[in-house]
């Protein structure tokens, strides 16, 4: 197929969902997922950077439908809600990376773009405590567990931040719990893991507040402490060596920096009893204050989600589109079709009524596609058997004189019927009806071809019935076509687009989509399906209106034709058959 319409965001994005085992649909202007369905606004593909955020946001969006237990209980708590996902975004971009190597390409791309727009990087030290925390794991996580190595940079930096505001023993036992990260395999490991590193907030927070209780000079502390200048988190020299550990990528966040402590702002803290060592370190009293703040965070003082941000400047182009490109670049959804028992009985008068005129053009199609696959002889160069009607061709240095036996011809196509059931169709149902059962029942004889039909609008304008989808008896489509009522308006685009979603999906060689129709569609519709039809074109698809006692407009089917009765299609249908199916 051309690229005209292969590299259409409603095709390949219904596409990767599909590969990757969710449903995607490309409408409205919202970027989101509910845990089923990832929804994508329509914006220009044509735009590499809108592209690129698109495939990234699918990507992230489709790994969290796959991996992710929305049902976990974070009990309230904002930190517990934030560090888990967090840690959660890494783990399943790790895991739909192994399984689709492409869509870690797409998503460091992603990253790529935010770190070169400034929307993602180290946080500077004047930043809150959430903030820097923040960042932090994501410049650092990003780089060492997904490899994007546009954070390469941005990661040594959040790692001088983090030194500046955290005490060595905060960021070794950090550290130490950030090697985990690698091995989750779901989401509660990962909210376990966030419960151990707020834990170990509380811990610190703890035990910075019991010192200062108890005072630093004349406690009931050890000696041993007291040397240490009575903080938990400075250790001698001797020991500092022994207790360093390694970050995710192996390279330690040490205590030394070569910043002096006027370099540290004092809002850090929030107090004015803040304290930096000559190393440049916060000091264990200016350490609980960061942690307190850690630990009360509220979502406003939590950064906008990565992804967030992504869904937010995708929405945005989406809103400043023009209507018609929005009015192309819509996947349709699937409503129910509710029948009853009037409906099969009904069913039953249908199918006597079209069976006759089927089985007729049901068989000079098959006679037609027969005669096209029959073995055929023809002359070449080498062979067995000369081929006494060619000798002449001796005196013409013409070396084609054996004749060989031709490999057989086989018939690889997709239809799908598209038909109009907007109100102006009500006094054409009863035809339009048996002309849909006709073309079922004649196109599924033939071998080779795979026939697919749907109905427009659905409940909504953006919705379609599913009439047939490949297996359902000529009964079961009877039934269905007989529930089906004339309603609303006409929007074309939705159902065209729909067919062609179906004929995409076939692995055929030739592909045909028949719009059956009484008239043009609504007004804000028509330039789209003029669009469209001609993508089609362009792509190897071919469109043809079949206007329901009418001639339906040449500027938006060029390929038409027109029936007043049910025996009309076995002529029209065959000339149509005979340039698009065999030759």
Same mark, same amino acid.
């Given at each position: 197929?051309?690229?005209?319409?292969?590299?259409?965001? %409603?095709?390949?994005?219904?596409?990767?969902?599909?590969?990757?085992?969710? #449903?995607? @649909? $490309?409408? =409205?202007? /919202? +970027?989101?997922?509910?845990?089923?369905?990832?929804?994508?606004?329509?914006?220009?593909?044509?735009?590499?950077?809108?592209?690129?955020?698109?495939?990234?946001?699918?990507?992230?969006?489709?790994?969290?439908?796959?991996?992710?237990?929305?049902?976990?209980?974070?009990?309230?708590?904002?930190?517990?809600?934030?560090?888990?996902?967090?840690?959660?975004?890494?783990?399943?971009?790790?895991?739909?990376?192994?399984?689709?190597?492409?869509?870690?390409?797409?998503?460091?791309?992603?990253?790529?773009?935010?770190?070169?727009?400034?929307?993602?990087?180290?946080?500077?030290?004047?930043?809150? %405590?959430?903030?820097?925390?923040?960042?932090?794991?994501?410049?650092?996580? #990003?780089? @060492? $567990?997904? =490899?994007? /190595? +546009?954070?390469?940079?941005?990661?040594?930096?959040?790692?001088?931040?983090?030194?500046?505001?955290?005490?060595k023993q905060l960021l070794d036992s950090l550290n130490g719990l950030l090697k985990q990260v690698p091995g989750l395999k779901s989401t509660k490991e990962a909210l376990n893991l966030a419960e151990q590193i707020i834990a170990l907030f509380q811990n610190l927070s703890n035990d910075h507040s019991e010192n200062k209780d108890s005072g630093e000079i004349g406690s009931d502390k050890p000696e041993s402490s007291s040397e240490s200048q009575g903080t938990d988190s400075r250790q001698p020299e001797s020991q500092d060596q022994e207790d360093k550990t390694d970050s995710v990528s192996g390279a330690e966040l040490e205590s030394d920096s070569e910043e002096g402590g006027n370099d540290h702002p004092e809002n850090l803290s929030g107090s004015d009893n803040q304290i930096v060592s000559k190393n440049g370190d916060a000091s264990d009293k200016a350490e609980d204050p960061f942690l307190k703040q850690i630990l009360e965070s509220t979502d406003q003082d939590w950064p906008d989600d990565l992804f967030e941000t992504v869904a937010g400047e995708l929405e945005s182009w989406s809103c400043a589109q023009s209507s018609s490109l929005s009015a192309i670049t819509t996947t349709p959804g699937l409503d129910d079709v509710v029948t009853t028992d009037e409906d099969k009985r009904a069913a039953k008068v249908l199918l006597w009524k079209v069976q006759s005129e089927s089985a007729r053009l049901a068989a000079q199609l098959t006679g037609l596609v027969q005669a096209k696959i029959l073995t055929r002889d023809r002359t070449g160069k080498r062979g067995i058997r000369i081929e006494g009607k060619r000798l002449h061709r001796m005196a013409l240095d013409d070396g084609r004189l054996f004749k060989r036996r031709a490999e057989s011809i086989t018939v690889n196509a997709t239809v799908h019927i598209s038909l109009d059931i907007s109100s102006s169709m009500a006094p054409r149902m009863k035809l339009a009806r048996e002309a849909v059962l006709s073309l079922v029942f004649a196109l599924k004889q033939i071998n080779g071809v795979t026939v697919s039909a749907s109905a427009y609008p659905g409940t909504r304008d953006d919705r379609v019935f599913p009439i047939i989808t490949g297996k359902e008896s000529t009964q079961a489509v009877a039934v269905t076509l007989e529930a089906l009522d004339s309603h609303d308006s006409t929007p074309m685009t939705t159902g065209l687009w729909h067919a062609v979603h179906q004929v995409c999906q076939a692995e055929a060689e030739r592909r045909l989509i028949l719009m059956i129709t009484d008239g043009t569609p609504d007004i804000d519709h028509h330039d789209a399906v003029v669009n469209l039809v001609s993508r089609c074109q362009q792509s190897g698809i071919n469109v043809v209106g079949i206007g329901i006692n009418v001639l339906l407009d040449e500027n938006l089917f060029p390929k038409r034709l027109k029936i007043g009765h049910v025996g009309e299609l076995k002529t029209t249908l065959f000339d149509l058959a005979r340039h698009w199916l065999v030759d």
């Open positions: 197929m051309a690229p005209v319409l292969q590299r259409a965001l %409603p095709i390949v994005g219904s596409a990767l969902g599909r590969k990757m085992g969710v #449903r995607v @649909e $490309v409408a =409205g202007n /919202k +970027a989101c997922t509910d845990g089923e369905c990832i929804w994508i606004p329509a914006f220009d593909l044509q735009r590499p950077e809108q592209e690129a955020l698109c495939w990234g946001f699918l990507c992230h969006e489709a790994a969290h439908v796959r991996y992710t237990d929305f049902n976990l209980d974070y009990k309230g708590s904002t930190l517990r809600h934030r560090l888990t996902n967090l840690l959660e975004d890494i783990r399943i971009e790790k895991a739909i990376s192994q399984e689709y190597p492409g869509a870690a390409f797409s998503l460091a791309e992603v990253v790529r773009q935010l770190v070169a727009k400034g929307r993602l990087g180290a946080p500077k030290k004047s930043d809150s %405590p959430v903030k820097v925390l923040n960042d932090s794991l994501l410049a650092i996580l #990003r780089l @060492e $567990v997904l =490899g994007q /190595k +546009a954070l390469e940079q941005e990661s040594t930096k959040a790692r001088e931040v983090m030194k500046t505001c955290f005490s």
